[in-house]
C-alpha cells in the first residue's frame, strides 16, 4: 500500500508560484509512476503532469507545459510540482496520485490551489 501526502497549496496572486510537495510512503516501487492532477469546481478532474521514480522524463498536459515542472527526490520519497505564471483558470483542488501500471491506484487527500486575479 502506497500512502502519499500533499502539502504547499495556498492562495497566490496571478502570475505568482507555488511550489507542492507529494510525500509517498509504503511500497514505493521504482516503477511507480506519480502524477499530479487537478479538479476545478464543477469541473473534471485532469491530468496535469506525470513522471516516474526511475527516471526523470516526464509528461504534461498541454495546459501545464512551460509552466509547470514535475521532479522527484528518490531519497525523500518526494514528488514536486513547481508551478509558475500561475493563472486563475489554475484554481483547483491538486491530487498526487500513484500508478503502478496504467490506472492509478493511489492518491493524496488534495490541497488546494486558488489564484487571484
Known amino acids: 500500500q502506497v500512502r502519499l501526502v500533499e502539502s504547499g497549496g495556498g492562495l497566490v496572486q496571478a502570475g505568482g508560484s507555488l511550489r507542492l510537495s507529494c510525500a509517498a510512503s509504503?511500497?514505493?516501487?521504482?516503477?511507480?509512476?506519480m502524477g499530479w492532477f487537478r479538479q476545478a469546481p464543477g469541473k473534471e478532474r485532469e491530468f496535469v503532469a506525470s513522471?516516474?521514480?526511475?527516471?526523470?522524463?516526464?509528461a504534461y498536459a498541454d495546459s501545464a507545459k512551460g509552466r509547470f515542472t514535475i521532479s522527484r527526490d528518490n531519497a525523500k520519497s518526494t514528488v514536486y510540482l513547481q508551478m509558475n505564471s500561475l493563472k486563475p483558470e489554475d484554481t483547483a483542488v491538486y491530487y498526487c496520485?500513484?500508478?503502478?501500471?496504467?490506472?492509478?491506484?493511489?492518491w493524496g487527500q488534495g490541497t488546494q490551489v486558488t489564484v487571484s486575479s
Open positions: 496520485a500513484g500508478a503502478e501500471r496504467v490506472t492509478y491506484d493511489y
Open positions: 509504503g511500497y514505493t516501487s521504482s516503477s511507480l509512476r
Open positions: 513522471v516516474t521514480w526511475s527516471s526523470p522524463t516526464a
